[in-house]
C-alpha cells in the first residue's frame, strides 16, 4: 500500500510565521497572560494547544476590559484597519499572513471608487479586508451579480484561500458585467500549488485524505474541488478510525493551510500500522 503525504500540503508559510510569532511571545513573556484576538488559524487541534499553555482566545468586544500595555496578539487574517487605531493601548503582536496584509493595503491605497472583493463573506479575511471601506461589493458566488452591472473603471480582488475554480468563474461574470473593471487575482501561492494538483486525479492514488478542520474555509475548500471518488474529510486520527483504510490501495493525504504537518505524519502512520496488521492477520 502506498501512503503519501502532498509535499507543500500543511501549514502555508504565513501561518508558520504566525505560529513563530505567538511561541516567541510566550517565551518572552513568561508568567504575563498574552490575549489571541481570534483563533490563531482555524484550527481547534493548533488553538487547543494554546490555550493549554495558558493563551486566551478572546473577541473584539472583550478589549474593552484590557489594560493598557496588556499583550494582545492579531491572528493570521488581520483585522480591519479601524481596530488597529482601537488597539494602539496595547502591546500588539500582528501575526497578519503577508499575502492578506498586501491585499489589505492594496485595497486601502487604491484609488478606484469601485471595488469587488471575491471571498466569503463570514470569513475573518474578508472581515479584515473589508469592513472599513464602503466602496467595496463582496462577492461571494454568482448569485451576488445578480442585477450588477458597471460602465465605469473598478478593480477586483479576492479572498487568499479562495476555491480557484468558483474565483474563475467569478472573474470571468464580473469582466461581462463591468469590462473596465481590473482583475488583481490575490491568491495565496501554496494554495494555488495545493488547487492546481486537484484539478485532476493521479492515477497514483484511489484515495485522497484531506485533513483540516471544519470551520477552515481553505480546508473545505479543498474538499469540494477533490476530483477523486474517494475523499474522505478529517479532523483528526479519531475520524481517520472511521474510514474502511484496507478499501485502498493507494493514498494520498493532503493538509490544509492550517493543518499541522505532525497530524498528517500521525495519520499515515497510523494508516501504515493497520496495513501491516491486516497482512499478518
Known sequence: MRIDI?????????????????????????????????????????????????????????????????????SAHGIPNSLREKMKRFKVIDTTCPFVLKNQIKIKESLYD????????????????????????IIESLDDLKGFSSSNDGIVFNQTTFNIEKLEEIQREIKKLAPNYKIVNTMCETQIKIQNFLKEVNPKYNCLIIVGDKDSNNAMSLYEISPYRKTHFVSNLEDVKNIKIMD?????????????????????????????????V
Open 6 to 74: 502532498l509535499d507543500y500540503s500543511g501549514f502555508c508559510g504565513g501561518v508558520y510565521r504566525a505560529l513563530y510569532l505567538l511561541d516567541k511571545t510566550i517565551a518572552q513573556n513568561s508568567g504575563k497572560t498574552i490575549y489571541l484576538l481570534g483563533p490563531i488559524v482555524h484550527n481547534k487541534v493548533v488553538n487547543d494547544r494554546y490555550t493549554k499553555m495558558g493563551v486566551e482566545i478572546i473577541k473584539t468586544k472583550d478589549l474593552d476590559w484590557l489594560k493598557d500595555g496588556d499583550i494582545v496578539i492579531i
Open 114 to 137: 469601485e471595488i469587488i472583493f471575491i471571498g466569503k463573506k463570514r470569513h475573518s479575511e474578508t472581515i479584515a479586508s473589508c469592513l472599513d471601506d464602503n466602496r467595496i461589493k
Open 248 to 280: 485502498y490501495d493507494d493514498i494520498i493525504i493532503m493538509g490544509s493551510a492550517s493543518t499541522p504537518k505532525e497530524l498528517l505524519k500521525e495519520i499515515r502512520q497510523y494508516i501504515k500500522n493497520n496495513a501491516v496488521k491486516h497482512q499478518k
